[in-house]
Structure formats: C-alpha cells, structure tokens
C-alpha cells in the first residue's frame, strides 16, 4: 500500500452524547509522511488516534491502515505492576521476540529515551515525565509501520521535550515510518510535520490542511527559516481562536 492511512467518510458519536464527534471525514496519510494534528481541547483528536489504532468502533466510513501500529497514550498506561524494561518486553514477547532480543530492544529504546540506569524501577518510582518516556520507548521498540502520538511530549521539561523531538526526527530518517502526532504546541507542529491537519472545535470536521513545504529539506527543528515558521504560525494561531 502507497498510502499508511486512509479514512473514508468517517462518522462517529460517542453513544450517550448527541453531537457527532466526526462528521464525514476524509484524512489519507501516505507512507513515510508526519502529520500533526492540531485542534482545541475535545474537539476530537484522542478519539481519531482510538479510532485508528482500533480501540473505538466507528459508526460509519471506513479506514484502511497499515497492519503494523503502535500508540503512545495521552495518559501513560503503563502496568504499574511491571518495571520500565518489562513494559517494554511485553509487548515486544506479543510480536513474537524471544526474551533475549526484547530485553535487548528495550534496552537500547530506553537509553534513547535517556532512561539508561532506570529500566529496573516500577512506574511509581518514575516522575510522569519519565513515566511518558517509557511509554514512547514501548512504542518506538515496536517499529511499527504506522505510529500514533496523543500529545507524547505534553509532561516533559523544555529540554527533555527538545531532545526527543530530535529523537523522533532521527527515528524517522532511518527508518520509513508514518507518524500521526497530536500536539497543542503550535511551535512543534511546524518543526515536525510534513503537513498539518486542523480539526474544527464543534463542526466535527477539518478544519484545514497545512502543508509544511520546507520540511523535506530540514535537519532539525533549529534551523527553519524564521520569516516562514512566523507567517505559518500567525496562520494557524489565527484559525484556531
Ligand atoms: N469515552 C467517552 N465517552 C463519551 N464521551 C467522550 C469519551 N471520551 C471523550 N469523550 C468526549 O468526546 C469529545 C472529544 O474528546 P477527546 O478526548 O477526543 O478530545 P481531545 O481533542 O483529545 O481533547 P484534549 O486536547 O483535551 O486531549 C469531548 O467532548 C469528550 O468529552
Ligand atoms: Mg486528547
């Protein structure tokens, strides 16, 4: 398949409530592209990615996906029960990994997460922060075709947030993966993406695309070019409100 991602007239209503949280939407991600989704508080951008990876049940339209899918959660659902390596582990044995190759995986995702020195400790002896690392370590260890981000940077510290944005950037020059990111940040939307979706705040619909041209050629987020990330911002700022 060329594209990892495609939604066809997808409607959707949550069941007690009368609004439609979707209202005929059509999103098709191709391989290899980042896509930001941006939107205000519960306009529907946690329940698009459970719609996605399959935790919720559309009640029209259709989507096809890559088979291969991680999720890193808004909240962390980490088993509290098992320690940072063993979160990892779990879903690595799932895919059919021996002990030996997922403990290795883990290890490696948990030292790029800079948490080397941690993988023993249970996830109450982690600060959210580190909580929500490991949760990304899970879902990078997986190397899914098809990667679901709810907001995975929100409850980190500017530097820490800094350095897995760059993280991600690397990740994704090495390897082909397709990312479907949802953030508040305006800023890091147009550092990350290849294109930026917009949902409305009640209309359930798209609000906008935005394609984020110069993206291909960049290195990282620090040298975009300043007059351009402005305009674009004031943009989107603008559509937002
Ligand atoms: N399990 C549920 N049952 C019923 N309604 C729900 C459920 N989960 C979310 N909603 C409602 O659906 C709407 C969209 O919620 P969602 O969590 O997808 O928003 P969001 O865009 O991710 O918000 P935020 O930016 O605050 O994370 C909200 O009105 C919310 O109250
Ligand atoms: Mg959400």
């Known amino acids: 398949m060329r594209n990892s991602l495609i939604i066809k007239n997808l409607s959707f209503k949550y069941e007690e409530s009368h609004n439609l949280i979707f209202d005929k939407i059509d ?4 391989k290899g592209e980042f896509v930001c989704i941006l939107g205000p508080s519960g306009c529907g951008k946690s329940t698009l990615l459970n719609i996605i990876a399959g935790f919720i049940k559309h009640q029209h ?8 899918v991680s999720m890193v959660f808004q909240k962390n659902n980490l088993f509290p029960w098992k320690t940072a390596l063993k979160n990892i582990t779990l879903a690595l044995s799932a895919q059919g990994l021996n002990q030996e190759e997922s403990c290795k995986k883990a290890r490696h995702y948990l030292k790029q997460v800079d948490l080397e020195g941690h993988q023993h400790k249970y996830p109450f002896q982690l600060s959210l922060g580190m909580q929500q690392r490991v949760g990304i370590a899970r879902a990078f260890s997986q190397e899914s075709e098809l ?3 709810d907001e995975p940077f929100g409850s980190l510290d500017a530097q820490t947030r800094y350095k897995m944005q760059q993280l991600l950037l690397e ?3 090495k390897e082909l993966v397709t990312i479907v990111f949802v953030t508040h940040d305006i800023d890091e939307a147009i550092l990350l993406a290849d294109r930026i979706i917009l949902l409305s705040n009640s209309s359930g619909t798209i609000k906008e695309e935005i394609v984020i ?3 291909k050629e960049i290195e990282g987020p620090v040298i975009m070019d300043r007059s351009q990330f402005i305009e674009i911002r004031n ?3 603008k559509l937002l409100i």
Not at 27 to 30: C, Q
Not at 61 to 68: L, M, N, Q, T, V
């Open 27 to 30: 999103i098709v991600i191709s």
């Open 61 to 68: 339209g259709s989507i096809e996906r890559a088979d291969k």
């Open 147 to 149: 990667l679901l981000m």
């Open 171 to 173: 990740i994704r020059k």
């Open 213 to 215: 041209n110069k993206k």
């Open 235 to 237: 943009k989107i700022f």
